[in-house]
Each structure stands twice: as structure tokens, then as C-alpha cells.
């Protein structure tokens, strides 16, 4: 029996067909949860940053590869300025972004609502509810991408992903091997943004009201309607409501949310993590949802979604206002006991100057015991950061890290001539997704600023001398500081 057909295909399965079924040929990624299982069973090929995957991907879709990047939420921020300009210049074969939004944040540092990036790039955004949608939704994503020549972006969740699905449709797109016409060189910005706006949005606008995708249910008796996207539309069915599925969350249907909207008398929109839809439709009186505090922001459960139903105050969910998860309810996980680096840790945290980190396995070194690092503004962001600082801090961030976007930082505070000691922490992986290898970059720092070596782990007392010679030396100063992680070299990830 074919294993991505029937009952119990999970939403990674999906993937991993519709990327066969399409001929997809260029794969990238940045490995981050919730993504990097999915990337690994499509053999997506690893990039530094989220910039140079779509980069990469439209190269390819350029010259007639279907292409595809996997990136977690905080990725997008990072690859939006190709994106966006991609949406007037158009592109070649298809090429669609599969974005994995981590709701209710496992590993990351903030939650996301990826779906706003259609709006931002007025680029098509489907938000599938199941495995079976999301194989349809990348098939769809790719015949629209390579008719309109723009890129798709494709929004799933970790819900989704290990959701056990329903029957699949196999439907077969074969590569067309599209390529690049320079036709819209003729046009100027301006006149690409008046051909994006009178023709590539009418026509995907058409793609979301027609989509086969579009699930309507609608309860003969009922007198309140759902209007979902994504999988808590899964999670919306048998409560006794009707119930609208939409597909695209960008550009939305909006003749079909009418005519659903015009047949109820109350309207609960139910989608994650933030009120995307609602927010459009929040001058119709009939529309509850967590705008009106009838549901929470973030996930939803489908308790949630049956008290979201029932006719309440405004205030039902708002009334939890104060009430936040703290470190003590979720538990902490701290760096791994027998982490090469905690001698390093310890060291830092004697330090009397501020310590700015980044995220990856320093970030664990915020809180107790170890209190290193007073600020984490992402990846690849400490050296930026401490460059900022009134006086030389400290900059502490991981290989994976610098090679991600913290180089360009350290280049700019050499020009710059800026008073910063950057910390290396050199392992050779990003070791908190599962090991992949980062480049060896010492040559490059050296050229670039002082630099001096520790190998890792050494006596507390040998590494607070090196830190304090580092602070002490002017200008931007480096200490690469090398250990060897068995997690990683096992293969664990988060
Ligand atoms: S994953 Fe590796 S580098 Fe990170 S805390 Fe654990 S041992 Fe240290």
C-alpha cells in the first residue's frame, strides 16, 4: 500500500509528496523548529540564512527549476526583502515558501503570524487544515506561482504537520520548466506595482474564491457560522455550527465569506495565532472571535472553540489579562550539564559590563544559575547589539549565528572603529536544531579584528583571564572559544 495514501499520512508525508508530485528541484532551508523534520525528509539543502535560501530559490526558478524554502517564522523577517520584491518582478517556475509558524513558542523567541507576509508582499498565502489540504494547497501553490510568476507562500503549523490525515487526492504537476522573461524590465517599480495591483491580484483574488480548497458545511439549523483557516478549521467540524474553510487567508474570498456571513446570525472566526481575518471583517457586527474576547490569542483548542460558541460577555476570554505563562508553569531547559562552554558561562557572568547573547543554546544562560547574558534580540544579532552599547561589552554568539547575519555587524563595527569584544563560540554546529555543520569562519575574524584562542573546557579561572585581557585590548576584539558538543554530535535537537 502506498504509505502517503489513506488514513494516517501525517502533514509531513504531505509535503514530501506534493514535492515529488510537482518535480520540485530546488530545495532550501534554515533548520529551526517547526521546520527542520520536513526539511530533512524533502533533502532540502541546508543555507546560512533565510536571505540566501530564497535568493538561491529564485536563481533556480529563474532558469526553470521548480524551487521550494522551508523556513520557521522568524526566517521570514529575514528573507522579506527579496520576497517582496520578487511579488512585481516576477519569476520563472514556480516557486512556493513553506513557513512553519511555532504557536504557543517551543524554540523560538516570539510567536508569529506568518499569514500577515501575504498582505506586506501582496503575495497568495493558503492556510491548510489538514495533511490532505496542505498535499492539494502545495499542488495548487505551484500551478498558481508558475501562471501568475510570482512566489506562494504556503503557512503550516507543528499541529499540522504531525496531524494523521485523511485520503489524498495524488494529482500529479509536472515541471514545465518555465523560465525568466525579462519583458518586465519595460515597466518602471511604479509601473510593475500598477500591473501587480490591476492584474496578478484580480487573478489570484479568483483563484481564492474558486479554490476546490474552499470547504463549505453548512448545519441546515444553524444559526451560528465558523469561518476557519488552517487547522483549527479541522478542529471547527461536528460542533454544530456551519462552518466556512477558507484556503487562501491572502488574497481571502470575500464573495464567498459574504454570502456565509449573510446566511448566520453570529459569526466566531477561529484561526492562529493572531485575529488576521477577524481584523477584516471586525466592522460586521456579527463577527466574535479573539478581537471580541470570545477566543484566546495564540493556539486554539477545540474546547476553546466550543466556549468561543456559546453567547457570552465580551469580556469571557479577556478577563485572563494578567494571568501569563511564567518560566515556573512551562519549566526551564537550561544548557546541557555536561556543555564544554559552562566554564565560559560562569566566567561572563563576573563580568561588570553588559553581555549581549543570541539565540541558540546561550540563550539558556539568562536565567539561573548561570545569569551570563542580559539580552537576546534573535539570531546573529549580539554583535550588533553590543556595538551599540555605551561602553565595550560583550557580544557571545554561536558559529551557526555569525554565519547566519552577525558578520555583517562585526564588519560594520570594524569600519566603524566601535569599542566591542565578540566571544565565538565555535562548535562547528547549530547545535540546538540537530547538529548542522556551520562554517569555519577563524581565517575571516582574524583578518578582520585581534583575535585570540581558548579551547574549551578549560578552568574557570584561565577563561575569566581571557575574557577580562579581551575587554581590556581597544577596538573590536575577539576570543574564539572552542569546544566539542557531544548532543550535537549525537544528533539530538530540541
Ligand atoms: S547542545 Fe551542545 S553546545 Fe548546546 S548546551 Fe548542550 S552541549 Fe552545550
Redesign the pocket.
Known sequence: MNPFIGVGMKGLDAVRRAVDDAEVETITCVPGYPITETAEAVGAEVSLNEKVALEIALGASATGSRAMVLTKQLGMNLLADPLVISATHTIGSGLVVLVGDDLGPKGSQAEMDSRAFGQLAKLPVLDPRDPAALYSSLIEAYSLSESLRIPVIVRVTPRLLSASGSLLQPAPFRGSGQGYERVSWNLTVKGRHQRHHSEVLPLAEAASEASPLNRVLISPEAKTGIIASGFPASQAEGLGASLLSVAYVYPLPWRLIRKFIDRHSRILVAEEPEPFIESQLRMEPKVRGKLSGHLPYGLLERSDLIRGLEEVPETHMACEAGRYESIAERGYTG??E????IPLYRALAKLDVPVAGDAG?VI?TTREPYESVDLVYGLGSAVGVASGFRSKGVAVIGDFGLAHSGLQALINAVWRKQEVFVVLLK?GVA??TGGQEAPDLTKLIEALAPTSHIRLPAQEGDVEEALRAGLARPGVTVLVAE?R????DAGLRD
Open positions: 544548557i546541557c555536561d556543555c564544554p562552554f543554546c539558556r562548535n547545535a540546538m569546544g558538543c557531544m548532543r550535537a
